[in-house]
Structure formats: C-alpha cells, structure tokens
C-alpha cells in the first residue's frame, strides 16, 4: 500500500509536480528568510501589511490577556464570546450585508456554505478558475455542476437559459482570481443572476481591504455593493490574520448556523484572531493610504514588467501572473529568482491548469521603490537566461 503512495509521489517528481515546503523564518513583511537566504517578499497575500502591525499585535495581546488562547467549544456549544457577534456586526455593516457569520478559514467557509445551500435538486454554475475550495464545496453538495470558460458571460447565459428548472440555481465566482489577478465582471454576472433568478456567491478573499474606494471589495469596485446574495472571504491575506466570513441576507446566515456543517462541527476561532480581525478592519477603514500605496506600486511594476517583455496587463491588481507554461521551468525560474534575492513562488498544476505553470508575483503597500527595483532587475536577468523575455 505504502509503495504505490510512492509510487505517485515518484510520478509527481518525474512530471515536475511534487511540492515540498520550505522553510520561512520571521514575520511576515517585504523582507523574508526562505530556506536560510534573505529575500524580498513577493509571494504573500499580506497585501496592506497589516499582519505585523503594531496595533494588531497589541489587540493580540489583550485579547490573549483576557480571553486566554482558546475557547475549546464550538459557537453552538459554549464557545460564543462577546467578540464574536462583534465581529460579525462589523462585518456585515462594512460589507453592506444585512448579516455575517464566522468561519475558521476560508477553505472551510466556501465548503459551508455550497455544501449546506445546495444538494442534488439543484444546479451550480461555476467559474471553470475557481478556487479549489469552491471546486470541493460543489463536489460535497451533490448538486448538478455545469462549469463555465473563466468569465465567460455567452456561455454563462447559455447555461442559465438550460437550467431553469432546477429547485435553487447558484452562480459562484471568485471576485479576483487568485492565481489570475484578474477581477470577475460581477455587474454583468449579478445582471444575468438577476434575470435568470438565480442566487450569486462571491469569494473576496483577494479584494476584501484592497478593491473598491473603501476596500469593501469586488462589488464596490463593480458597483453592485447589496446587490450579491452571498460572500465568502478569509481574514488571513489583506486582513493581516486568519478565519473567515460569510455576509449576506439574515435568512442565508441563520440558516448556515443550522446546516453548515464545517461551522456547527468545529470549535470557535480563538478569540486573539477575532480580535485581531477587529482591529484589521479599523485600520482598512482609518488608513486609505495602504490602497493607495498598493495600487502605486501595483502599477508601477505592472508597467514595468510590460516593458521589460512579459505579458503582463499594465491595469490589473496586485496578484501578477508570469505564465512560463512548464512545470520544471517555472521552478527553476523561482529557484533562479531567489538566488538573486526574490521570493516569488511558482504555481503548477492542479492550482493553475496544465499548460499554465506561473511565476505569482503579489505587490504590497509595504515595499519600498527599491524593493521594486530590485525585484524587476532580478526578474529581467532571469527572465532572459530563461529566454522569457
Ligand atoms: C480565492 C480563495 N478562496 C479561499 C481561500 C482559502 O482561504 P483560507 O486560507 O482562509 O482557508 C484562498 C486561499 O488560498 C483563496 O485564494
């Protein structure tokens, strides 16, 4: 038994797919150690640079102080502390929503959800670059799932004109594609969901804190704020911490807290997370200029990175893709790149699609024009001894 798990893992190394962990020493920030060798950091999702702020780590703190480190209950059980509902209330009005409920990360918030909403009487409709946890939720519900080209509103439509019978009809999109960086066009998405009268689910994890004028997320940034039935989002990339929400309309949430399974079998966040999520999103809504600094950055190596020869669109987000398309180079493009002091992790399949192995590299509002600089020399020097560029 134990010699044909190994005989897969030998296949992963032969195709170039087996993954190990590196080791990272330090907090998070624009500087990092990976396997012992200092880098700049281009490989997160810290994107404000909130996880080592000050004022989340003091909230840390006072919260361990007086909460201790772990509630050792679920919500349901006895495990429902004041900070909680806090959070969820903070939520729900920064979101727009009419309500919110907690999860302990992102992956388990997609599982809920889809899991508890739909079952086998009814039809997904699913973004074909979904994030795998959305990908997993669709597999648990049962439900019939009709995959649709990456932002594709022809085929959407063509799909929901074929389904209309099914008892709940849901669309679920990512709001930035992870791997992708590109943003959903959700005003046309919610027009369609609309039309077709179908639920809309939104995964923000990328833009909560980041898109739109007061990084309320994809739907700020699209203008259909209150429009979308149901979003998902993890606290753990520009939040600065971990766990995750669920916002939407107050029946979708009190039913979640009866049927999701992944939120009623599992024992609450500690209350050092939630507190630190409080204090994450005050400072997403006291310090605008974080956006601001990202979004000048973003643009700038966006620009650059175009000039320098990669394919890369000078208007998109912070999450930049470098598709090289073979799994073994796009490592060796990283390893090269981390030689030379850049930290920028390379994507294979199954995260991206075969054909489509990348170089992800993420922008912050903490590096500095140098750190910028430095990393686009890296990336020329290998993108050229790579023959990318
Ligand atoms: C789009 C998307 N959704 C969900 C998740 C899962 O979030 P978490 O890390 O909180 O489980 C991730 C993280 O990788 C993600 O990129």
């Known amino acids: 038994m134990i010699q044909s798990l190994q005989r897969e893992l030998d296949d992963l190394k032969a195709e170039g797919l087996y993954r190990w962990l590196r080791q990272v020493d330090g907090p998070q920030g624009p500087r990092i150690s990976v396997d012992g060798r200092e880098a700049i950091h281009f490989a997160g999702s810290d994107y404000l640079g909130l996880a080592g702020h000050p004022r989340l780590k003091e909230a840390a703190c006072q919260a361990t102080l007086r909460y201790g480190c772990g509630v050792a209950a679920a919500r349901l059980i006895s495990g429902n502390h004041d900070l909680y509902p806090q959070l969820e209330e903070r939520l729900a009005r920064f979101k727009q929503a009419e309500a919110a ?94 039309r077709y009268d179908c639920l809309t689910m939104v995964d923000d994890s990328h833009s909560i804190g980041v898109l739109g004028e007061n990084g309320r ?42 049927r999701a399974r992944p939120f009623i079998f599992t024992c609450a966040l500690p209350p050092v997370v939630v507190a630190t999520a409080i204090e994450a999103l005050t400072i997403v809504e006291q310090e605008p200029e974080r956006r601001e600094r990202l979004w000048n950055n973003t643009r700038y190596m966006r620009v ?67 750190d910028l600089d430095a990393a686009l020399t890296a990336l020329t020097e290998t993108g050229q001894s790579l023959q990318l560029v």
């Not at 670059?129 to 959407?156: E, K, M, Q, T, Y």
């Not at 940034?221 to 520009?238: H, M, N, P, Q």
């Not at 054909?355 to 903490?366: D, F, P, S």
């Open 101 to 194: 409920l907690l999860f302990s990360t992102g992956y388990q918030a997609n599982l809920g959800v889809i899991s508890a909403l739909m079952d086998s009487s009814d039809v997904i409709f699913s973004d074909t670059l979904n994030h795998a946890s959305i990908v997993d939720g669709c597999r648990l519900s049962r439900a019939r799932v009709r995959i649709f080209p990456h932002n594709d509103l022809v085929a959407l439509a063509r799909l929901l004109k074929q389904e209309q019978s099914a008892r709940r009809r849901l669309i679920v999109i990512d709001g930035l594609y992870s791997m992708d960086g590109d943003v959903a066009p959700l005003k046309e998405i919610v027009g369609l969901a609309e």
């Open 217 to 258: 997320g994809t739907a700020e940034a699209t203008g259909v704020l209150g429009r979308i039935d149901i979003e998902t989002g993890s606290l753990a990339k520009a939040m600065g911490g971990f766990g995750a929400y669920v916002v939407g309309h107050r029946t979708v949430i009190e039913y979640l807290t009866n």
């Open 304 to 370: 650059r990175l175009r000039e320098i020869g990669f394919d890369v669109n000078p208007n998109g987000t912070q999450i930049i893709p470098l598709v090289v398309g073979e799994p073994e180079r796009t490592m060796r493009f990283c390893q090269e790149l981390l030689c030379r002091g850049i930290f920028a992790q390379g994507i294979r399949y199954p995260s991206v699609p075969r054909g489509t192995e990348r170089i992800r590299l993420t922008v912050t509002a903490l590096h500095s024009q140098a």
